[in-house]
């Protein structure tokens, strides 16, 4: 089995950035210049500068960071994406996007209804706060689908979450892996 790699980046700065990176790379690495979410639609990304790391569909005002720049950015939905691929399955779902993880899942439902994702890893952390969405939220978005939620710890191992908690509630980055309740880890 070849494996491949779809990546999305919906700015074009930072997208033009990636393409120079992988140009003479393996044609299993699929780029592609929009941002996935729970519907399809047009939304405004943010920046301080071109090609920022920091460029998100959120301000950042309260951090003082200027985010005077921005650009119109399509998104997209998993379900549609995989439809129009042919991509019947996915081993790893690896999120990071500034707080809309629950939208990218939630635009995935038909890929999750068919049990077709195996392993997801996310972020959880002060952008969850502007995006007012809690691990609760989370939690029970993962038990729906017969998925358990692993805490990424500092010295790499996993932590498993046997049951939602308030105390989980704590907006500080923090890593976690959700995965098939039938899969060994």
């Given at each position: 089995m070849i494996a491949s790699l779809h990546c999305f980046e919906p700015s074009i700065p930072t997208f033009e950035l990636l393409l120079q990176r992988f140009k003479n790379t393996d044609e299993n690495i699929i780029l592609n210049n929009f941002a996935l979410g729970a519907q399809e639609q047009d939304a405004t990304l943010y920046y301080d500068k071109q090609g920022s790391s920091l460029a998100s569909l959120r301000r950042l005002d309260h951090f003082n960071i200027s985010f005077e720049q921005s650009q119109k950015v399509?998104?997209?939905?998993?379900?549609?994406?995989?439809?129009?691929?042919?991509?019947?399955?996915?081993?790893?779902?690896?999120?990071?996007?500034?707080?809309?993880?629950?939208?990218?899942?939630?635009?995935?439902?038909?890929?999750?209804?068919?049990?077709?994702?195996?392993?997801?890893?996310?972020?959880?952390?002060?952008?969850?706060?502007?995006?007012?969405?809690?691990?609760?939220?989370?939690?029970?978005?993962?038990?729906?689908?017969?998925?358990?939620?692993?805490?990424?710890?500092?010295?790499?191992?996993?932590?498993?979450?046997?049951?939602?908690?308030?105390?989980?509630?704590?907006?500080?980055?923090?890593?976690?892996?959700?995965?098939?309740?039938?899969?060994r880890l």
């Open positions: 399509h998104i997209n939905t998993l379900d549609t994406y995989c439809k129009m691929h042919n991509i019947e399955h996915i081993h790893l779902l690896k999120l990071d996007v500034e707080g809309h993880e629950l939208d990218v899942l939630n635009g995935a439902l038909e890929l999750f209804a068919k049990n077709a994702i195996d392993i997801v890893t996310f972020e959880f952390g002060g952008c969850n706060i502007d995006t007012k969405t809690y691990f609760q939220d989370f939690w029970y978005f993962f038990k729906d689908k017969n998925m358990s939620i692993y805490r990424i710890l500092p010295n790499s191992k996993l932590y498993k979450i046997p049951e939602y908690r308030e105390f989980y509630e704590q907006f500080v980055t923090t890593n976690y892996v959700a995965t098939k309740d039938n899969l």
